[in-house]
């Protein structure tokens, strides 16, 4: 899937729960966000070096410090200062799309009619845009399909698919077949698939419901020098 974001125009990358979906609301508070794919010392000179505050782990929440859950990056992100944000899945897609000459976007549910209206216009038919669903780790750090990316895919897809924009894949067409059914039922979805289980499971309900709250994000983070700001900030 990363070589097929390689060789398109732009990628969207999706992880909804919860990668995309912090980024959204950093951006919302004014901050920027660098994505990093390890929690490790290097991720901590990485933040220095940027002069960002490194995200710590959920597990470390409460603490009032800024970390991957989009609960508390809203409720401690530094507005206009920067934060690096790792995590293994939608953060380290993003880190790597971001040395190569790609445009990046991220995207969830939040803000896909948005990133979508922002395609037409800068990447408007016959631009090759590659959705890219980020899913999930097992135990083993092996890839684990993740239905919500799915959605958060199709969510785009069917959004660009209203605009009228044709030419897509079968894949792309299964992706918005998908996210369509769901219909009204979305928010209790997104609590019943396996991604929102755990993190309700890990007391990490809220961050679920943030998730959830569709079409309520006009920015589109845009990856410009490593570093995801909003695209209405780069005229």
Do not use: K
Not at 111 to 117: Q, R
């Amino acid at each position: 899937m990363e070589a097929l974001a390689d060789e398109a125009d732009v990628a969207v990358v999706v992880d909804v729960l919860s990668f995309a979906t912090s980024v959204t609301v950093a951006l919302e508070i004014g901050a920027t966000v660098l994505p990093y794919p390890w929690r490790d010392d290097s991720a901590v000179a990485f933040a220095q070096r940027h002069g960002a505050v490194l995200a710590v782990g959920r597990s470390q929440t409460g603490t009032g410090r800024v970390s991957l859950s989009p609960a508390e990056m809203r409720a401690h992100a530094p507005s206009g200062g920067a934060v690096v944000l790792p995590s293994p899945n939608g953060s380290t897609i993003a880190h790597r799309l971001a040395s190569g000459t790609t445009t990046c976007v991220a995207a969830c549910l939040r803000n896909a009619e948005a990133v979508a209206d922002w395609l037409d216009g800068r990447f408007p038919h016959p631009a090759r845009v590659a959705v890219v669903a980020a899913g999930e780790r097992w135990p083993d750090d092996s890839l684990r399909p993740a239905v919500e990316d799915l959605w958060g895919a199709g969510a785009v897809l069917s959004a660009l698919a209203a605009g009228g924009r044709p030419g897509f894949s079968p894949e792309a067409r299964a992706a918005r077949a998908t996210y369509e059914a769901i219909g009204t039922d979305l928010a209790a979805a997104l609590h019943d698939c396996a991604g929102g289980q755990e993190l309700d499971a890990l007391g990490f309900g809220a961050d679920v419901d943030v998730a959830a709250e569709v079409g309520a994000s006009s920015v589109v983070p845009v990856l410009r020098d490593g570093v995801f700001v909003d695209a209405a900030a780069l005229g």
